[in-house]
């Protein structure tokens, strides 16, 4: 068997067989990868301590018989980043994260710019840098950046017009914002208000540790959240399965 050592986080883990688990990662080296983990539902597993979610370990893969499904036979843990776990919302914020990463990457590409951000995202949450909603909101305008669907905000993707200070509408498929000339109404538009689309702008430019010093009110930060979350399900055409039970869990108003 083909040994791989992995530096990676847990994305999901679900019961496989009658003792053991399957895993989802994202790694620095293999990009998203899936891995049999034998007897990590036995008590005594010495696994289990690296399956929870958004655990960061060095783990070592083997490549498994069938198809992309590795073996997962060690793993030391690095980081278990307490502080992300002690509440529902938080917990419920980070399955947000999972489950981006796992409906937006398939590839068992390496992808080093997508891991970092992960990272990044994880110190602002774990620091509390800021609202969960701002930090997510935030790393979906640059996760769509280093994916390769960055959104167009300066210029009106049609016809080139800027869009300063301009009400827009996102589209996906049509390289980001158009301005309202361009865009008659459709069931795929997303608008955004000039001053929606200025804070798009700064999360993209700002560092995620600077992310907090946008100082958004609740309702304000929610739109541009919930904006994001779907035209990252439009890009990628699928659904994020764990936002609706977010926000049941995160009820602010
Ligand atoms: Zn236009």
């Known amino acids: 068997m083909n040994f791989q050592p992995a530096r990676g986080f847990v994305l999901a883990a679900s019961p496989y067989a009658e003792a053991d688990k399957i895993v989802q990662l994202y790694t620095l080296q293999w990009g998203r990868v899936r891995a049999l983990v034998k007897g990590a539902r036995k008590p ?12 960061e370990s060095g783990f070592s893969l083997h490549k498994g018989r069938s198809g992309d499904l590795y073996v997962l036979s060690q793993a030391k843990v690095l980081d278990t980043h307490p502080e992300l776990k002690k509440d529902l919302p938080a917990i419920t914020a980070l399955q947000v994260l999972a489950d981006i990463l796992i409906q937006a990457i398939h590839d068992a590409e390496p992808h080093p710019d997508i891991y970092g951000l992960v990272r990044r995202t994880l110190a602002a949450l774990e620091a509390k840098a800021g609202d969960p909603e701002l930090i ?23 016809c080139g017009t800027s869009l300063e200070k301009k009400k827009i509408h996102l589209i996906p498929h049509r390289g980001g914002a158009l301005c309202g000339d361009c865009c008659a109404s459709g069931p795929e538009r997303l608008k955004v208000s000039p001053a929606g689309l200025e804070v798009l702008k700064k999360m993209r430019t700002l560092p995620m540790e600077k992310i907090h010093i946008l100082k958004l009110k609740p309702p304000f930060l929610r739109e541009i959240f919930l904006t994001m979350l779907e035209y990252l399900e439009r890009t990628i055409e699928k659904r994020l399965k764990t936002v609706e039970y977010y926000l049941r869990i995160s009820s602010k108003f």
């Open 44 to 55: 005594k597993s010495r696994l289990s301590p690296a399956l929870d979610l958004f655990n």
């Open 136 to 158: 997510l909101a935030a790393f979906t305008v640059k996760f769509l950046d280093l994916s390769g669907y960055p959104l167009e905000l300066d210029a009106c993707a049609e």
